[in-house]
T-cell receptor, first 109, second 118 residues
Framework: GQQVMQIPQYQHVQEGEDFTTYCNSS?????IQWYKQRPGGHPVFLIQ?????EVKKQKRLTFQFGEAKKNSSLHITATQTTDVGTYFC?????????FGAGTTVTVRA | DGGITQSPKYLFRKEGQNVTLSCEQN?????MYWYRQDPGQGLRLIYY???????QKGDIAEGYSVSREKKESFPLTVTSAQKNPTAFYLC?????????????????FGPGTRLLVL
């Protein structure tokens, strides 16, 4: 079945530094979504990518969908303490939205 | 948040007991979902429903049951057959229009229920 894998599982970042989290699928996806879950909270939708090679930006966050539509990345520049949380990618194939295990981000001030 | 409410926030289950988690949405969404989240893991789909009086099993449906008698409500029962029920349970909804059929919908999550076994 479809599997979505995320790396790294944990990301410890110095405030002000950049980092990237990666998402890989075993199958071609029709779209990929990214969610953020703050500690103790619930996932909140960030963005959706649909087209091959698509790149979208939200302030310091840059999301990319691979050409083969099997991988995606989230790059955060100038990390801030507000970026703390777990970032999930979720890939859609047919009816099913499969979530990765998430990248949990902590920030050192 | 997002017009989805879940109750209770914390729930304790005794051995051999069935418990029901509530999920209500006022977003007029057709589709609703139940996920289970364990530490260090992503969200795993338990059941989903695209329309009233219809629902489908997800990846880990064993030991769970659902009903969808109203568009707004999608309760989840954790039965005694579920041997490891301790987890964070999340309910979500999404619109089921052309966007859903094209796989371009957004899922809106409730605040979740933490289930603990005594």
């Amino acid at each position: 079945g479809q599997q979505v894998m995320q790396i790294p599982q944990y990301q410890h970042v110095q405030e002000g530094e950049d980092f990237t989290t990666y998402c890989n699928s075993s199958t071609t996806l029709s779209n990929i979504q990214w969610y953020k879950q703050r500690p103790g909270g619930h996932p909140v939708f960030l963005i959706q990518l649909v087209k091959s090679g698509e790149v979208k930006k939200q302030k310091r966050l840059t999301f990319q969908f691979g050409e083969a539509k099997k991988n995606s990345s989230l790059h955060i520049t100038a990390t801030q303490t507000t970026d703390v949380g777990t970032y999930f990618c979720a890939g859609r194939n047919d009816y099913k939205l499969s979530f990765g295990a998430g990248t949990t981000v902590t920030v050192r001030a | 948040d997002g017009g989805i409410t879940q109750s209770p926030k914390y729930l304790f289950r005794k051995e051999g007991q069935n418990v029901t988690l509530s999920c209500e949405q006022n977003l007029n969404h057709d589709a609703m979902y139940w996920y289970r989240q364990d530490p260090g893991q992503g969200l795993r789909l338990i059941y989903y429903s695209q329309i009233v009086n219809d629902f489908q099993k997800g990846d880990i449906a064993e030991g769970y049951s659902v009903s969808r008698e109203k568009k707004e409500s999608f309760p989840l029962t954790v039965t005694s057959a579920q041997k490891n029920p301790t987890a964070f349970y999340l309910c979500a909804s999404s619109p089921w229009e052309d966007g859903w059929l094209l796989g371009q919908e957004t899922q809106y999550f409730g605040p979740g229920t933490r289930l603990l076994v005594l």
